[in-house]
Nanobody, 126 residues
Framework: QVQLVESGGGLVQTGDSLSLSCAAS????????MAWFRQVPGKEREFIAG????????SYADSVKGRFTISRDNAKTTVYLQMNSLTPEDTAVYYC???????????????????WGQGTQVTVSS
């Protein structure tokens, strides 16, 4: 079992930066993949970025590559999403997710993730 609690959403302007945090707690972090997704009303949940807890390997969606950075702090068992150069198209509810897998591949399908945070709203005004 993994419990996830997100924080850091809010209202910003175009071009601003924002950092999201996801505090994780659970029995073990071995073979754990953490990821960020986002969702707007009427659309499917979209993969943004993922990170393997042990190796630190990362993966990004093309839409955020070069603007967003995922990282983790092992001591704090927290995953971060640093978002730069935000645009109104980044407006969404952002979710932290986790899955256990022995594969080193970071998958981008939401149904592959078993654990989810409550979501945090990010709104970017023009």
């Amino acid at each position: 079992q993994v419990q996830l609690v997100e924080s850091g959403g809010g209202l910003v302007q175009t071009g601003d930066s924002l950092s999201l945090s996801c505090a994780a707690s659970g029995r073990t972090f071995s073979f754990l993949t953490m990821a960020w997704f986002r969702q707007v009303p009427g659309k499917e949940r979209e993969f943004i970025a993922g990170i393997r807890w042990i190796s630190g390997n990362k993966s990004y969606a093309d839409s955020v590559k070069g603007r967003f950075t995922i990282s983790r702090d092992n001591a704090k068992t927290t995953v971060y999403l640093q978002m730069n150069s935000l645009t109104p198209e980044d407006t969404a509810v952002y979710y932290c997710a986790a899955r256990y897998s022995t594969s080193g591949v970071i998958v981008g399908t939401s149904r592959s993730y078993n654990y989810w945070g409550q979501g945090t709203q990010v709104t970017v005004s023009s």
